[in-house]
Nanobody
């Protein structure tokens, strides 16, 4: 069973940056890694996904142009670089796994498994 551990969250002023990490223990062969976020009282929202090879990525509307997802296979870790943060980015950020597929898109959170415990990101104005 693969376990995912998120880290890197914190409090950041508007316009600032954070880099989140999602470290996996165990084999993640043929598994894409997705990032989601959930704010209080809101649905879980897709942020970004990266394929197993790292060659394909896909972003949700809120992340396009500001966030970058990347993967370091040697460390079995996926990163989410978040720039130009806004108060509206405040949420708990989770990473999870999904089986690779030819067309990379976000999909529903129900397609993902092995969820991490989450890391809190708070954007202040």
């Amino acid at each position: 069973q693969v376990q995912l551990v998120e880290s890197g969250g914190g409090l950041v002023q508007a316009g600032g940056s954070l880099r989140l990490s999602c470290a996996a223990s165990g084999r993640t062969f043929s598994r894409s890694v997705g990032w989601f976020r959930q704010a209080p009282g809101k649905e879980r929202e897709f942020v970004a996904v990266i394929s197993y090879s790292g060659d394909n990525t896909y972003y949700g509307d809120s992340a396009k142009g500001r966030f970058t997802i990347s993967r370091d296979s040697s460390k079995n870790t996926v990163y989410l670089q978040m720039n130009s943060l806004k108060p509206g980015d405040t949420a708990v950020y989770y990473c999870a796994l999904r089986w690779d597929r030819p067309a990379v898109d976000g999909g529903s959170w129900r397609e993902y498994d092995n969820w991490g415990q989450g890391t809190q990101v708070t954007g202040s104005s």
